[in-house]
């Protein structure tokens, strides 16, 4: 089974070391899992205009497919405007919706304020039900007083989100696989 993690954001590493982050702590938690990060900083995407993804003359494809290839996610996103960056609503446009339908998902996000983890329970999770996926109960949201000048993450409340997060995914995760092989053999 494979966990993606996904920095939503073109710009900064705050996103990416969250996910990061998470990351590291599902491979405590469950070593035989793998992990993968996909950093849209790294990626060239095209904007989602509808047609067959094999003629994106970039990364678009590359993505989808690492996308639609993962069994769970931990979705990170900084908060621009009180919202989920242009960049992850462009990923989730190209995601076809069964894709993802009763996968687990984890979310991460970073803003500059601390009211905007709100974004997450009002923009998120309504995505993910869209996509008919399980979310995690719990969440990280960081500020940029949780992180030093080095941008490691330094506050302890948030580095206990991000292991609870992490066990929530896998425990999600697992609880389903099994059910599914339960299901399977009968």
């Known amino acids: 089974?494979?966990?993606?993690?996904?920095?939503?954001?073109?710009?900064?590493?705050?996103?990416s070391i969250l996910v990061h982050k998470v990351l590291e702590e599902v491979k405590k938690e469950a070593p035989e899992l793998e992990t993968e990060l996909l950093d849209l900083r790294d990626f060239k995407m095209s904007l989602c205009d509808?047609?067959?993804?094999?003629?994106?003359?970039?990364?678009?494809k590359k993505v989808i497919d690492l996308v639609t290839s993962a069994d769970c996610y931990?979705?990170?996103?900084?908060?621009?405007?009180?919202?989920?960056?242009?960049?992850?609503?462009?990923?989730?446009?190209?995601?076809?919706?069964?894709?993802?339908r009763n996968k687990v998902m984890g979310f991460v996000a970073n803003g500059g304020t601390y009211q905007h983890y709100l974004v997450v329970e009002n923009q998120?999770?309504?995505?993910a039900g869209y996509f008919r996926a399980y979310v995690?109960?719990?969440?990280?949201?960081?500020?940029?007083?949780?992180?030093?000048?080095?941008?490691?993450?330094?506050?302890?409340?948030?580095?206990?989100?991000?292991?609870?997060?992490?066990?929530?995914?896998?425990?999600?995760?697992?609880?389903?696989?099994?059910?599914?092989d339960l299901s399977a053999q009968r």
């Open 50 to 60: 509808g047609r067959d993804p094999s003629t994106y003359p970039d990364d678009t």
């Open 136 to 180: 995690a109960p719990g969440f990280v949201y960081a500020h940029p007083d949780h992180f030093n000048q080095q941008n490691e993450i330094v506050d302890e409340d948030v580095l206990s989100r991000i292991s609870h997060l992490a066990k929530e995914v896998v425990l999600l995760q697992k609880a389903l696989k099994g059910a599914a």
């Open 1 to 15: 089974m494979k966990v993606l993690g996904i920095s939503g954001t073109i710009i900064g590493a705050k996103t």
């Open 124 to 127: 998120l999770k309504p995505i």
């Open 74 to 100: 931990i979705i990170g996103t900084p908060i621009f405007q009180g919202s989920l960056t242009g960049a992850l609503k462009n990923l989730f446009d190209h995601i076809p919706p069964q894709a993802l």
